[in-house]
Structure formats: C-alpha cells, structure tokens
Nanobody
C-alpha cells in the first residue's frame, strides 16, 4: 500500500493550494479517504472525509467553506483544495485510507 501526498508548500495568507494523494496497492475505489493535519505538540486532526461513492462525509469546523475534498477513482487520487488559507492552517497534511493506511505527509506553511 502506498499513499503519496504532494502539493504542499509556502503560501501567503489568503492564498490557495491543492494537495494530491496518489494511492496504490489497495481497492481505492471502494475505500473512504480522508485528509488529516498535525502541528507539533498537537494531536492529528481530521480535516475532511469523502466516501467511496464521492459523497463527502464532512469537514472540520475550522475549514468548512474554505476547503474542498474530492476524488478521481480513475486516477486513484484524492485531492484537497484549500482556499483562503490562514496561518493557523499551517501543518503537515496526511492522506488516510479507510482509517488504516497513512501517507508520509506534505508540509503546508501559511505565512507572509
């Protein structure tokens, strides 16, 4: 099983980033997928989850209205579109499959 995140980086407040997570080695199309984030000294926080059908299960209150999770089952990829970014969105963002498998994470820094 592999989950490979990409798309992180440094962005100014108010900017946007699109994270991608390329999956392989398991039945992606029948798996629910999630994005989590973590900052030093804090627990990993669930950001958003999307069902295998593409129905979005929900978002954390802190990102609702700014972030959008989506998936492309033909490409075995899940995305996180992040708009109106704030400094408090700074974290390592992780992709998760079926609450079991984890990616290595991608760093997002929101700073001027």
């Amino acid at each position: 099983v592999q989950l490979v995140e990409s798309g992180g980086g440094l962005v100014q407040p108010g900017g946007s980033l699109r994270l991608s997570c390329a999956a392989s080695g398991f039945a992606f199309s029948s798996s629910h997928m999630s994005w989590y984030r973590q900052t030093p000294g804090k627990e990993r926080e669930l950001v958003a989850t999307i069902r295998s059908t593409g129905i979005i299960r929900g978002y954390a209150d802190s990102v609702r209205g700014r972030f959008t999770i989506s998936r492309d089952n033909a490409k075995n990829t899940v995305y996180l579109q992040m708009n109106s970014l704030k400094p408090e969105d700074t974290a390592v963002y992780y992709c998760n499959a079926s609450s079991v498998y984890w990616g290595q994470g991608t760093q997002v820094i929101v700073s001027s």
